[in-house]
């Protein structure tokens, strides 16, 4: 947010509050974190508030504020903005609610949000319907409540737009040191990215925690990403709200398959910013990249005094991009030297009770273990209750977790099965000594598998940027598969020889000019298998004129050369998602398509290295690179095709919705792949 710096913002060396009950709150908050600049509280009938001398109007203010806290009536909150726009603050925190979210309730919400950001001009401002920030680095809040946060000197940042989401976070007891909580409310002039940027530029802020219900700026995304990867501050980011996009009947397989949710996921990861599905899991990454920012590889190692854990550790694993590497060869006389005969070498390791409560045999153990090279070191501990048993023997294993990983200089951390099972005072102390303190097998699981998506996507040249594109007006129109297959015939697409009939008479006609067998296909019908408007290998001019007659087909007919079997059959489509825009589908096609769900999105525009990358994570890769002895597919023309296709998409984008390819007949190698099915709907 080049235009309106946030910086006096969030970091005020001065505060106004404007209000009641709420402004009060704003002070006593400050006053309890500790805040060493000045607070200026505005009201028309008070003297004073919390000892603090009360200005009449906000004229009356000694000087421009860094920033204010604006906790009145939504009518009077314009005219406050548009007073300090016009003064020169810093910014403001709209507190009032009643604008664009309750437009259902209150008829001119859309337009007194028009009128905020119109008095606000170039000054920044959060929300409205906000609760606004608390900086826990300087003591500085513009918060009209309690929270749980306390003074630190570095940490993580996290940003949402519900302001009790913000609070139940603030109250935490996993050790999570917090620098920032800001919210962002309605979003209607800062959005969560723009202060993210923001945030990032303060070098006591290790990593971002973003909590989105939508994005709304994707240019701010972009520029959130790069600067993220510049200064290697990485970003998380919890995203709520699955679309029905992908459940609903379309027209086509691409829109039942490429849902916002899941074109969501190929834009995050495609900037580099990892994505989880939960708050517990958005609290525990925080921790691991606040300790170690993302992790060179996806390899953890485990150890624990019982198999059983041991055992939960490898399960849940299971399907996640994480492993769990074979011990090294120069790992094992150590380790069994230390641990003895009775104890099975293996990753995730059961080291059973031997070394218990032996500080320099447990630090021994953990550091044979430790340096095995991977990513991760994990111990798995979960503490006893306090109120009702003794600890010092934990504490034993958390001191030779600390000592071992300072001796081996690598990453560990000590990991609760449950929550409540890692006190706060030990995660505190833990991550003040460089070892994460994970709460729950899952989310340290989750944990290690987001940090090292964004090291491998940091490692990477920086992605293309993002296709753009507004999208026009006008009516949409689907294209007849014949219409369709000329238009992407022209642009490269390998596309089966036809002619178009309107009369059982004619098709028979073309067929035998074609030379059989054909395919004959009825035209301006959705779905053509399911309705029976398609006629395989028919071999004779009677079979094609029986197969047409026997189709209720008013657009006509599409009669084409038969393409020989395939090594495999995809599925290549395009579908516009009202906030990402146009992205590419790839997946298994034919009849496969919702029978093995075996699909990717890849954001546009995309390089034939990443068509290739993505093809790989399919599952019906195995047939196109040579199953059990068959046949091997043309990866090269395939893989041109894909390319032309999203070329194509992408010089289209202001006017297509959708394009499906199903299927795209992958030929064995040297005779290339055949585009023998298509839709193309777009704007006139």
Same mark, same amino acid.
């Given at each position: ?32 974190m ?13 003297d ?35 007073g ?20 259902? /309730?209150?008829a ?27 900086n826990?680095?300087?003591g500085?809040l ?5 929270h *749980? ?24 007891t996993?050790?999570l ?7 962002a ?16 530029d ?6 971002? *925690? ?15 990403a790069?600067i ?9 980011v ?33 900037l ?13 990454t ?35 991009k ?24 293996? !990753?995730?390791?059961?080291?059973h ?17 430790? /340096?095995? *090279? ?35 200089g ?22 003040? !000594? ?33 296709? !753009? ?18 238009e ?42 399911e ?9 004779d001019?009677?079979a ?39 992205s590419l589908?790839?997946?298994a096609?034919g ?14 525009p ?14 019906i ?11 091997r ?8 095709t ?9 010089? !289209? ?27 193309i709907?777009?704007?006139r």
């Amino acid at each position: 947010m080049t235009s309106r710096p946030l910086d006096r913002l969030l970091r005020p060396q001065t505060i106004a509050v404007f209000g009641g009950r709420e402004a009060r709150r704003v002070i006593e908050q400050c006053d309890r974190m500790g805040f060493a600049g000045e607070i200026w509280p505005v009201h028309p009938k008070l003297d004073e508030v919390l000892g603090r001398r009360c200005c009449r109007s906000l004229s009356d203010l000694p000087a421009a504020p860094d920033a204010a806290f604006v906790g009145v009536n939504r009518v009077l909150t314009v005219d406050i903005v548009r007073g300090l726009s016009r003064a020169g603050a810093g910014g403001a925190v709209c507190y009032a609610s009643g604008f664009s979210e309750a437009t259902a /309730e209150l008829a001119d919400g859309a337009e007194l949000q028009q009128a905020l950001l119109e008095a606000a001009g170039d000054m920044p401002i959060l929300g409205p319907n906000c609760y606004g920030l608390i900086n826990g680095l300087d003591g500085a809040l513009l918060w009209p409540d309690q929270h *749980g946060m306390q003074r630190v000197k570095r940490g993580v940042a996290i940003l949402t737009q519900s302001s009790n989401i913000a609070i139940n976070l603030t109250m935490q007891t996993r050790g999570l040191p917090i620098a920032y909580v800001v919210t962002a409310g309605n979003q209607a002039q800062t959005s969560l990215a723009d202060v993210a940027c923001a945030l990032i530029d303060d070098p006591r802020v290790t990593a971002i *925690g973003l909590h989105v219900e939508g994005f709304g700026d994707l240019a701010a995304l972009e520029r959130l990403a790069a600067i993220a990867r510049r200064s290697r501050k990485p970003v998380v980011v919890l995203k709520v709200g699955k679309s029905e996009q992908a459940k609903h009947a379309a027209v086509s397989h691409t829109a039942s398959l490429a849902g916002s949710d899941a074109v969501a996921d190929a834009v995050l990861a495609r900037l580099g910013l990892g994505r989880v599905q939960s708050l517990p899991a958005l609290l525990e990454t925080l921790k691991l990249l606040h300790i170690a920012g993302p992790l060179a590889n996806h390899s953890i190692s485990s150890m624990s005094c019982s198999g059983g854990e041991a055992s939960l550790m490898a399960d849940a694993a299971v399907g996640r991009k994480v492993e769990f590497p074979a011990l090294q060869p120069r790992q094992l006389p150590r380790l069994r030297e230390v641990l003895g005969e009775m104890v099975a070498l293996a !990753n995730p390791l059961d080291y059973h009770t031997f070394v218990w409560g032996d500080l320099a045999r447990q630090t021994e153990a953990f550091s044979a273990m430790f /340096e095995g *090279g991977c990513a991760l070191n994990l111990v798995v501990l979960d503490f006893p209750r306090s109120d009702r048993c003794e600890a010092s023997e934990w504490m034993t294993t958390a001191d030779a977790v600390i000592a071992a990983a300072s001796a081996t200089g690598t990453l560990a951390g000590l990991l609760a099965t449950l929550p409540e099972n890692m006190p706060e005072p030990v995660a505190e102390r833990l991550m003040s !000594n460089g070892i994460v303190a994970f709460s729950g097998i899952d989310e340290a699981i989750t944990a290690a598998e987001v940090a090292a998506g964004i090291g491998e996507a940091w490692d990477r040249p920086p992605p293309l940027p993002l296709l !753009n594109v507004v999208p026009a007006d006008g009516e949409i129109e689907t294209l007849t598969e014949a219409d369709a297959k000329i238009e992407l015939a022209a642009c490269g697409l390998p596309i089966p020889g036809g002619l178009q009939a309107f009369s059982p008479g004619e098709a028979a006609e073309l067929a035998e000019r074609l030379g059989f067998p054909v395919v004959l296909k009825g035209l301006g019908i959705a779905h053509k298998t399911e309705a029976g408007a398609v006629v395989l290998n028919l071999r004779d001019p009677e079979a094609v004129s029986n197969a047409a007659a026997a189709m209720a087909s008013d657009a006509g007919y599409l009669v084409e050369r038969m393409v020989d079997a395939p090594v495999a059959e995809l599925i290549v489509g395009a579908t516009r998602d009202p906030v990402f825009g146009l992205s590419l589908m790839l997946g298994a096609g034919g009849i496969f398509v919702e029978l093995l769900e075996d699909s990717i999105i890849l954001p546009l525009p995309a390089t034939k290295a990443d068509i290739h990358t993505a093809i790989a994570r399919l599952k019906i890769a195995k047939l196109i690179y040579g199953y059990r002895g068959r046949p091997r597919g043309d990866l090269e023309a395939m893989i041109d095709t894909i390319a032309t296709a999203a070329d194509y998409v992408v010089m !289209n984008a202001a006017h297509l919705e959708e394009l499906d390819i199903n299927p795209l007949m992958v030929l064995p190698e040297g005779r290339g792949v055949a585009a023998v099915d298509a839709l193309i709907r777009r704007r006139r």
